[in-house]
């Protein structure tokens, strides 16, 4: 059970959560803070009266009395956070309340939410304050390192647009990123992008260098990853299928996987077929009363 009460210190419930399609979440409000990070899946979202499109690693984060409802297109998995804070604390954050709903570009951060969960999962049951209180710490820096980080502003659902990028956009990176996410799955070579943006293959790496630090091969990479890894959790899939869904053959699959995982596949997959889909951190927190 994750739960730390301390006059000094935030009072925090921690869960990771699995939600079936369809699952809805009426409105409603509460007296606490609350911040959601979805791993995988799609969620419909909406803060007051504007809606949202949640796709994984995108956060979104409720102030106190908020009103705000949520549904699923998808089987999804979140991590929930509740938590109060000191007004000091809300005051610093205010940048982060005011965008809402943005996409954690950051890999360092998301890698921090799967390390986050990872040890609320792992101590639970733990009753050693010191531990609790290092997780309520890791919480409160990480809420801070969103504040101060350059997110991109939050994008309403749009029938004509896709919700991750605006298509009118003249910034050339976002929108060769943004093809990416969309044809994963395809060929995609320097080649191409060269075809399709009308930048030299070298103009292209140097745009992606300057804002991105990483090559555009690099984030294509990275990409098919992230889908890889939700297959694996998500489906039954062969890993050989799931190579070519993703858009690469099955050994130079398993050979990047293995190089940016720190394991195989089929480790990945055992290692999450091995975690509860539910998994409640704090089982006194009424989720029934306060969602």
């Known amino acids: 059970m994750v739960e730390l009460r301390d006059n000094q210190l935030t009072t925090l419930w921690m869960s990771g959560k699995d939600y079936a399609k369809e699952i809805i979440v009426p409105k409603h409000r509460h007296d606490f803070y609350q911040l959601q990070y979805l791993v995988s899946g799609s969620e419909n979202l909406i803060i007051g009266d504007k ?122 990176v976002a929108l060769m990123t943004q093809y990416m996410f969309d044809n994963y799955s395809e060929k995609i070579t320097l080649d191409i992008l060269s075809q399709k943006f009308h930048y030299s293959k070298s103009q292209i790496i140097n745009l992606f260098s300057d804002q991105k630090h990483q090559t555009p091969m690099y984030i294509l990479q990275k990409i098919r990853l992230q889908y890889a890894k939700q297959l694996l959790s998500e489906t039954g899939y062969s890993i050989g299928q799931i190579a070519n869904e993703v858009g690469f053959n099955n050994n130079y699959f398993t050979k990047l996987f293995l190089k940016y995982e720190k394991q195989l596949p089929s480790e990945y997959r055992t290692a999450k077929q091995k975690e509860s889909h539910e998994i409640i951190l704090n089982t006194s927190f009424d989720i029934t009363t306060q969602p």
């Open 51 to 172: 809606p949202f499109t949640m796709k994984p690693n995108y956060l979104s984060i409720f102030d106190s009395n908020e009103y705000h409802e949520y549904s699923f297109n998808k089987r999804s998995r979140i991590v929930d956070i509740k938590f109060n804070m000191v007004s000091d604390l809300r005051t610093l954050l205010d940048d982060l309340f005011n965008k809402s709903v943005f996409l954690v570009e950051d890999m360092m951060i998301r890698n921090k939410f799967s390390q986050l969960t990872d040890q609320g999962i792992y101590f639970q049951k733990s009753e050693d304050r010191q531990i609790l209180i290092n997780i309520d710490t890791q919480v409160k820096l990480i809420l801070l390192e969103l504040a101060h980080s350059t997110a991109p502003e939050p994008m309403l659902i749009s029938s004509e647009k896709c919700p991750d990028v605006d298509t009118d956009s003249n910034d050339p």
